[in-house]
């Protein structure tokens, strides 16, 4: 039990392509794993997700936990002085590392790809920071999806694998607003998303509200 425990990973699961294949690939490199997906009032289909979840669940053990949870509001949010998606991936990172370190998980998982590094939190210079920030406080970041590099690729391997194309995850209504960022200006704001994830993991324990626990089996 503790061996498989050891070998667990939390895999921050959207049931988009990349957190499709990191599951999947987690899944053949042996690692027992727990699916969180995040809601929010600014999120909607997650029939999507759960459409996602009925492909692969016969490819997964049965006994696969799916934890529905409701983003969390953080006391570092005021860090953040620009509209992108890392106040909200902090969020997703440290509701997953609240319920590795109450489940006694020490490995985190994310779906990012290196085809999205455009996207502020899957650049290379975000992942190191993320990965040096989760090790302080014990766990090791995995990013099993992360030689993916195009759409194209990610797509062909989801066909090889008889699972639809399609980008199987909750739509955003806040993107439209988002903002690019470059040097300087994408500097500060990861080191701000790296400071808000360590002060809340700092801050002990995290009061998450899950809406929905079930097994892969349980999916109808």
């Not at 509209?83 to 006694?104: E, K, M």
Request: charged fraction near 20%; glycine fraction near 6%.
């Amino acid at each position: 039990m503790g061996e498989t425990l050891a070998n667990q990973v939390l895999l921050m699961f959207s049931g988009g392509r990349d957190s499709t294949l990191a599951a999947l690939r987690l899944h053949d490199a042996g690692h027992p794993l727990k699916l969180v997906t995040i809601t929010a009032g600014y999120l909607f289909g997650l029939n999507n997700v759960e459409r996602r979840l009925r492909e692969i669940a016969p490819m997964l053990p049965a006994k696969t936990e799916w934890l529905q949870i409701v983003q969390p509001t953080l006391r570092t949010q005021h860090f953040f002085h620009q509209q992108t998606c890392l106040p909200c991936q902090s969020a997703y990172v440290i509701a997953g590392a609240s319920v590795a370190r109450q489940t006694g998980i020490g490995k985190i998982a994310l779906g990012y790809a290196s085809y999205q590094a455009d996207w502020p939190e899957q650049g290379p210079q975000a992942t190191m920071l993320l990965q040096n920030t989760l090790t302080r406080h014990g766990f090791e970041l995995m990013l099993p999806a992360y030689d993916i590099e195009s759409r194209a690729s990610a797509i062909q391997e989801l066909k090889a694998r008889g699972l639809s194309e399609l980008a199987l995850e909750q739509k955003c209504t806040r993107q439209v607003n988002n903002v690019n960022l470059e040097g300087q200006e994408l500097s500060q704001q990861l080191k701000l998303w790296a400071k808000a994830i360590d002060e809340e993991l700092s801050n002990g324990r995290l009061l998450l509200d899950v809406s929905k626990r079930m097994c892969l089996e349980d999916l109808k």
